[in-house]
């Protein structure tokens, strides 16, 4: 791509280090900013950077939030003895949209993933275990994808868990979850988590 413009070029390239876009469509955005007032490129701008500075992760389940206890965890009105654990902050939000669960949650940050150098450390899942220790959880609801990585997941924390008084279970199998569960439609995501089944079930049936 040639151009005439330095600012363009630099401005053309940082955009296109972002996922799904590419030089083109970087491009395309740039020049409709162009024709804009300055003022939309300045808000736009300074809404990014202030996201990326002061942007915090609730210290009890590491959700993404504007504060130190995301407003999940800290509204009184949800179970908080029924804790859903997902991989991501997507997942989140694909579960709070359904409007079908009303305990907690806890984000992992990822799965165990021996080939990409992940392993149990790494992950959310001490702070879960202690969660389980401290507070009087009755159930942990494992929402991760039906991969591998997945399972192995699901596996070592269920592991971790099976000393204590605790209900383990895992959202329906053969519906679109994990890296797809944003994708997954509403309705059939809510249900999978209404009807969940006990873990040790989804392990007779692998
Ligand atoms: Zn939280």
Do not use: W
Not at 44 to 64: D, P, T, V, Y
């Amino acid at each position: 791509m040639d151009f005439s413009s330095k600012l363009l070029e630099r401005a053309v390239n940082e955009m296109a280090q972002l996922p799904g876009i590419g030089k083109r469509t970087a491009l395309r955005l740039l020049l409709h900013l162009l024709k804009q007032p300055l003022e939309q490129t300045d808000f736009l701008a300074k809404s990014l950077l202030q996201m990326r500075e002061e942007i915090k992760f609730c210290k009890s389940c590491h959700n993404i939030s504007d504060v130190e206890v995301c407003e999940i965890c800290s509204n009184q009105n949800r179970n908080h003895n029924i804790i859903c654990v997902v991989e991501d902050i997507r997942d989140v939000m694909a579960i709070e949209n359904t409007g079908q669960f009303r305990g907690i949650y806890h984000v992992l940050g990822g799965k165990i993933s021996p080939i990409d150098g992940v392993g149990p450390s790494q992950l959310n899942i001490a702070t879960l275990v202690d969660k389980v220790k401290m507070s009087e959880v009755e159930e942990i609801i494992f929402a991760l994808s039906s991969t591998m990585e997945g399972d192995t997941t699901n596996f070592y924390i269920y592991k971790q868990l099976k000393d204590f008084d605790i209900k383990t279970s895992t959202i329906a199998r053969g519906i679109s979850v994990g890296d797809e569960l944003e994708y997954a439609d509403e309705v059939t995501l809510g249900r999978s988590i209404v009807n969940r089944i006990p873990f040790e079930n989804s392990l007779k049936s692998n």
